[in-house]
């Protein structure tokens, strides 16, 4: 199709597939192509010798600074114990936070061959063993200090029986000298001590969520990553003097890709953070490192910048926030109280991650910005949705395939190369794209189709101090309806009705039940809990409407007893209802 025909969906919604295109100019995709037939490592050592073995590459949580030179000495030697522990090609499971160590395992890893598959020590010992099973992973890496600072002892103890740990710590004193040869002579001779992959090979192994089932394995080859760091090379120019800081985890694709590598193989020093939960320690960092980009959430962005004085975030000029939509408040207060602008991003971990994002300067509200250089897309329809449809995208980045615990270690490709994300979206003339809402997060209310996305913008723009979520449960007589979850306790429905009349929303998207919980659920990934939310929602309804009625029970109750009393009254010689003797004139 044409790219003006791809960029109108206005006029293409009766259509099956109403959009198809190509993103970005052919120049910046040639080059694209070009840099990413490599694998993730080996970009990396070029990268450390363009840089130089003196410059710096990450700043540790601890402050610690870490050289090129210095990663790519470290990932040599640790790649002989690793290699002595596994076989060629097996997958590896790292059990980590975000840091230089994640970071010296991830690449030791690869440099003898083996597959990194990033496991989420957030999601419980159940998901970590269907996350294991799926990518047939028996032996993890992982550090005493982190198992000791994040007191997962017991999350251990549940895995040991199936998966085998083995300890940095230990690692490193079994280094032989050979090992230690190698970490001297591996950056000079990489062709000769590296593995050289093939780029299509699996490069990392990342796992959805979990929420909503079994976790599935994404396998992203090395040149799917490659591919996506190079886009965004492309599609969001960065100044010579930028400090990068990523306090989001390396098990998510955001903060892998993104976060991490992106920096690392563009050339950029990357200040790591372990937590992204440690919202006030976080802006501290921000200053020390005197760091210029920051990855976030929009949830987590609104916490650092509570947490901050003036002074803490001042350092920045752009916060780069995706897995979740940026709120018009979020950026207005970045604006205000620290005058650094905010990116929106959008991705899934199948696109390894970054599909579009805004650019500096080029940022328009409502939207995450073009598609990256290289993406094909297509919308379909969405029965009951107008100028939107269900989002399909192809391009370098796109995943090899999924695998799963039913098949462990099979991929199962995508066909033709196209994957469904299952989002909403419209994109108009200009190429701009806006996320609608999920597919599966949408409700139906008298045969109208209701965004939950709107519901909770509705709510954040009426309370913007507090979190809200949206959920839907069933309703006898509409079929659905929405439910707000909300940590604002003293909340009206009243004033929603009224935010939502003011502004165009229709009344349909206003809901008519609040619900307040101390705490909105949220993921290690920084997105919001829905699985949580929903079942939170439903437990609070239902001890509702149980105290309801009990109240309605004993009112009744008491209207009967006070009814039998007034027939003793009414009429004392009347035989007693409850079975008491008869008054002595009846006898």
Not at 53 to 62: Q, R, S
Not at 393 to 409: H, L, S, T
Request: hydrophobic share 45%; proline share 6%; charged share 25%.
């Amino acid at each position: 199709m044409t790219a003006d025909a791809a960029t109108a969906p206005a006029d293409r919604a009766t259509s099956n597939i109403v959009a198809e295109g190509v993103a970005g100019e052919q120049g910046a995709i040639r080059r694209i192509d070009r840099k990413s037939r490599r694998p993730i490592f080996s970009a990396f050592l070029a990268t450390a010798r363009r840089k130089g073995a003196k410059a710096v590459a990450i700043i540790d949580g601890d402050g610690r600074k870490f050289t090129y030179g210095d990663l790519a000495k470290a990932s040599f030697a640790l790649s002989g114990p690793i290699a002595r522990l596994t076989k060629p090609s097996e997958r590896i499971g790292i059990l980590l936070p975000t840091g230089a160590g994640a970071t010296i395992a991830i690449f030791a890893t690869l440099a003898k061959g083996r597959v990194p598959a990033m496991l989420n020590f957030s999601a419980g010992a159940r998901n970590i063993k269907a996350a294991a099973k799926a990518a047939e992973v028996t032996q993890v890496l992982t550090a005493k200090k982190f198992i000791e600072v994040g007191q997962l002892h017991g999350l251990i103890d549940e895995l040991k029986d199936e998966l085998t740990f083995h300890y940095l710590e230990d690692l490193r004193e079994d280094l032989t000298l050979r090992d230690k040869l190698r970490a001297l002579a591996g950056p000079a001779l990489p062709s000769l001590l590296a593995a050289r992959p093939s780029a299509d090979e699996p490069g990392v192994i990342l796992f959805t969520s979990g929420t909503e089932g079994d976790p599935k394995g994404v396998v992203l080859s090395h040149a799917n990553i490659i591919s996506n760091i190079e886009q965004v090379a492309e599609h969001v120019r960065i100044a010579p003097s930028d400090v990068f800081f990523n306090p989001l985890p390396m098990f998510h694709c955001y903060g892998l890709t993104a976060g991490t590598l992106w920096p690392l193989i563009v050339g950029y020093p990357a200040a790591l953070h372990p937590s992204p939960l440690q919202t006030k320690i976080i802006p501290k960092r921000i200053f020390e490192t005197n760091a210029t980009v920051l990855f976030a959430t929009d949830t987590f962005l609104q916490q650092y910048m509570r947490a901050s004085d003036a002074r803490g975030m001042s350092s920045l000029r752009l916060a780069v926030c995706g897995a979740e939509r940026v709120k018009d408040e979020t950026r207005a207060t970045a604006e205000r109280k620290f005058s650094f602008e905010v990116l929106e991003g959008y991705g899934v971990t199948e696109a390894a991650p970054v599909l579009a994002a805004n650019q500096p300067g080029d940022i328009r509200s409502g939207t995450v910005g073009k598609l990256l250089p290289g993406v094909e897309y297509r919308l379909e329809e969405v029965d009951g949705l107008d100028a939107a449809g269900r989002l399909w995208v192809k391009g370098p980045n796109i995943m090899k395939g999924y695998i799963a615990a039913d098949a462990p270690g099979v991929v199962r490709p995508l066909s033709d190369g196209w994957h469904d994300t299952g989002d909403v979206v419209a994109i108009d003339r200009d190429g701009y794209m806006s996320i609608r809402g999920r597919v599966k997060r949408f409700a139906k209310i008298g045969g109208e189709m209701v965004s939950l996305a709107v519901v909770e913008n509705c709510a954040t723009a009426v309370w913007p101090d507090n979190m809200h979520a949206a959920t839907i449960i069933p309703d006898p007589r509409k079929g659905e309806q929405i439910v707000l979850v909300t940590d604002r306790k003293d909340h009206d429905g009243g004033l929603l009705l009224a935010w939502a009349q003011s502004h165009g929303v229709p009344e349909i998207a206003v809901p008519k039940k609040i619900v307040s919980i101390d705490n909105v659920p949220v993921l290690g990934t920084g997105k919001l809990n829905y699985v949580a939310i929903k079942r939170l929602a439903e437990d609070k309804l239902a001890e509702e409407a149980a105290r309801k009625a009990a109240a309605a029970a004993a009112r009744k109750a008491d209207a009967e007893a006070k009814g039998k009393q007034r027939k003793k009254s009414d009429n004392p010689d009347a035989a007693n209802e409850d079975g008491d003797e008869l008054p002595k004139a009846a006898e």
